[in-house]
């Protein structure tokens, strides 16, 4: 069970880097 939840938190990073680099460029930009 632990080695899935590792996983899966993996992923949930890796799917919300992009987005909170994109949020971020959005706030610079402006």
């Known amino acids: 069970i632990g080695q899935l939840a590792s ?3 993996f992923l949930i990073l890796l ?9 971020e ?3 610079l930009n402006h």
């Open 25 to 27: 460029n959005k706030l």
């Open 15 to 23: 799917a919300f880097l992009p987005l909170t680099g994109a949020l």
């Open 7 to 9: 996983l899966s938190y």
